[in-house]
């Protein structure tokens, strides 16, 4: 069995105010997260809250398994913890949200969980145009490491471990790209910005003749089209700076 653990317990410290019950179009932003899930071949489906726990229960439609995490404050790695501790003998690998990544497809989906059931890699990551996006699909074996984890991060810090068992596949869905993490971000996509603009992938080339700003980072110089586009960037510039 494939489970997905929904992550919805940060405080959203960037945004100022709890972002998952904001609406994009008619529903919440943890509401199409939540729905992208329901419409995929998921098995089984935990959501971890935390911060925000009673506002979220009151204006999201949440039908799945709730685990709370009382320890939401020292980071993301908690609520992973929190989210494998509830699945049971039964999960074969886990598929790990982000609550505020409202557009990816459950085709997206799909086609992780087809991957993992062709090869049985460790790890499945979605790509779009060679950037490295979100969810990812771990396989039990390595839930033991996924639990050692400490602090603000993901389960990404488990997979320089393994390279030889990183599955990458490519999607044309730019979703995999697209949290939002500050109010800027969600107001861009609140206001209608196209979806290629937010997905807008950094690392790409960019003409430096039309570029309207640059930065550094480890020696190299890169060139972005806009202000949210370096914002990106800088989050997590080595996601981006690994397939410049």
């Not at 404050?73 to 049971?88: N, P």
């Not at 586009?229 to 080595?238: A, G, L, M, V």
């Given at each position: 069995?494939?489970?997905?653990?929904?992550?919805?317990?940060?405080?959203?410290k960037r945004f100022?105010?709890?972002?998952?019950?904001?609406?994009?179009?008619?529903?919440?932003?943890?509401?199409?997260?939540?729905?992208?899930?329901?419409?995929?071949?998921?098995?089984?489906?935990?959501?971890?809250?935390?911060?925000?726990?009673?506002?979220?229960?009151?204006?999201?439609?949440?039908?799945?398994?709730?685990?709370?995490?009382?320890?939401?404050?020292?980071?993301?790695?908690?609520?992973?913890?929190?989210?494998?501790?509830?699945?049971?003998?039964?999960?074969?690998?886990?598929?790990?949200?982000?609550?505020?990544?409202?557009?990816?497809?459950?085709?997206?989906?799909?086609?992780?969980?087809?991957?993992?059931?062709?090869?049985?890699?460790?790890?499945?990551?979605?790509?779009?145009?060679?950037?490295?996006?979100?969810?990812?699909?771990?396989?039990?074996?390595?839930?033991?490491?996924?639990?050692g984890i400490r602090?603000?991060?993901?389960?990404?810090?488990?997979?320089?471990?393994?390279?030889?068992?990183?599955?990458?596949?490519p999607v044309e869905?730019?979703?995999?790209?697209?949290?939002?993490?500050?109010?800027?971000?969600?107001?861009?996509?609140?206001?209608?910005?196209?979806?290629?603009?937010?997905?807008?992938?950094?690392?790409?080339?960019?003409?430096?003749?039309?570029?309207?700003?640059?930065?550094?980072?480890?020696?190299?110089?890169?060139?972005?089209?806009?202000?949210?586009?370096?914002?990106?960037?800088?989050?997590?510039?080595?996601?981006?700076?690994?397939?410049?």
């Amino acid at each position: 069995m494939i489970s997905a653990i929904v992550l919805a317990a940060g405080q959203a410290k960037r945004f100022g105010r709890c972002k998952q019950v904001l609406r994009l179009g008619d529903k919440t932003i943890l509401d199409h997260a939540l729905d992208n899930v329901r419409a995929s071949k998921i098995e089984d489906t935990v959501v971890v809250l935390g911060a925000h726990a009673g506002e979220i229960r009151q204006q999201v439609r949440i039908d799945e398994r709730i685990v709370l995490n009382d320890d939401y404050a020292d980071g993301m790695s908690t609520s992973i913890h929190a989210g494998l501790r509830a699945l049971g003998p039964e999960t074969e690998a886990a598929l790990i949200v982000l609550g505020d990544q409202p557009f990816v497809s459950p085709r997206t989906i799909d086609l992780l969980i087809d991957e993992y059931r062709r090869s049985r890699p460790g790890v499945v990551i979605p790509t779009y145009h060679g950037s490295r996006g979100n969810p990812v699909l771990v396989d039990r074996s390595l839930f033991a490491e996924m639990l050692g984890i400490r602090g603000d991060i993901g389960c990404r810090a488990v997979f320089g471990a393994h390279p030889q068992s990183v599955v990458q596949v490519p999607v044309e869905d730019r979703g995999v790209l697209v949290d939002i993490d500050t109010k800027e971000d969600f107001d861009t996509l609140a206001g209608g910005a196209p979806l290629d603009h937010f997905a807008s992938e950094p690392s790409q080339p960019y003409a430096t003749a039309t570029a309207v700003r640059a930065g550094e980072h480890d020696g190299r110089r890169f060139y972005f089209c806009c202000e949210h586009c370096q914002r990106t960037f800088e989050r997590d510039p080595q996601r981006y700076a690994d397939v410049a």
